[in-house]
């Protein structure tokens, strides 16, 4: 049986993160990173680039090997987590392996999750989650005319993007009234889907698959308005969930995800999440969110890996504030924090659909703790730590709606140094 002081499962950023956090305490600690993929650690985010060819595969990876040699991490690809037993300090790997831990982190990521579409399992379709996706997506995109993508989120855009940047004719269908719905209201969500269909990007919203059949190497797919899209490349972008099916047993409490504390502590000792896969309170109430963006998943894995170590520099996590950026045919958008409708808040709002600009920040009282922009000059960066530090306005309030850039780089000079 193989026996690791430091045992990771899953090796994106989060479990790099935690990796670079254990290391600075215990150098010399056996350390286990394991992924059940084939290949060198690499960033989910990047996938959609391969599909146009912006990146080869070669460009994604976040580690290579000698790195991994340097921090004297012992990196095990092909291995899939099916089971967790607390009491026993064990790990059990579909293989039949058992691995035991001293300290166990879990940071196995988010999963694609199919929509309830009569029929979609009996035909060919597409995710956007893994390498082995991207390529598979890319191969087929090599062979194909017209693309449908189920879904008008971040990735379902992105791959829209590069998809029609390779020569494919593309529809979205979204079945909520507006894209980006998690992110943006209506009239900042309307500027997206106009720069896309002025693109050439066809969009269904609000629209619903009712069914799908196949049609020789394609598919046929039966919209709720009664229309129907013959297509032959097929790509379910529909929302991701966490992956921890193999916690079932186990006695480690979930939820949405799995639940953890401050310190990213799961119900079980010596147990740790981070990442997608963690639920940890807000930053702004008491309820325990899933935040799966990649600010947060660095965040939680170095706090886990801190805290797995002992560190006494480690600060508790603070809940998760959303954060998003999203770059789109030359246009830049981010959202970030309480950024949708709610009570007992202020809104101060820049609408310009003619130059496809707008900005909205959002007041609680004298602080910030949501804005959100496109083709705005403010730094979602700077925005994050001004709600994360409940930097207070006061009196400054006005100037910083009349010029919030300036502003805020005044408030960062003035409090960060």
Known sequence: MHHTKYLIIGSSHAGLAALDAIRVQDKEGSLTLVTREACLPYSPTILPYLLSGQKEPAGIFLRNEEALR???ASFRTGAKVVGVEPDKHQVMLASGEAMEYGKLLLATGAAPKLPPVEGLEGVSCHVLRTLEDAMALQTASKEAREAVILGGGLIGLHAAENLAASGLKV?????????????????????????FVDRGITVCAPERVQGASK?????VLTLGSGKTLTVDLLLIATGVQPRMDYLAGSGVETDEGILVDERMRTSAGDIWAAGDVAQARSFFDETATVNAVLPSAVEQGRIAGMDMVDDPALKPFPGNIPLNTYKFF????????????????????????????????????DHLVGAQGIDSDLDPGVMHQLIRRKVYLGEGKAGFCANPAEMSRVLMTQGWW
Not at 174 to 193: D, K, T
Not at 215 to 219: S, W
Not at 330 to 349: I, N, P, Q, W, Y
């Open 70 to 72: 340097a921090l004297k």
């Open 171 to 195: 529809t979205v269908v979204e079945a909520l009234p507006r894209l980006l719905s998690g992110y943006f209201e209506e009239e900042a969500a309307g500027l997206i889907r106009k720069v």
């Open 215 to 219: 049609a020789g190497t394609g598919c």
């Open 330 to 365: 030359g246009h830049r958008a981010f959202s970030v924090g309480m950024t949708l409708e709610a009570e007992g808040v202020d809104v101060e709002k820049t609408f310009l659909p003619e130059a496809c600009k707008y900005l909205k920040l959002v007041f609680r009282g």
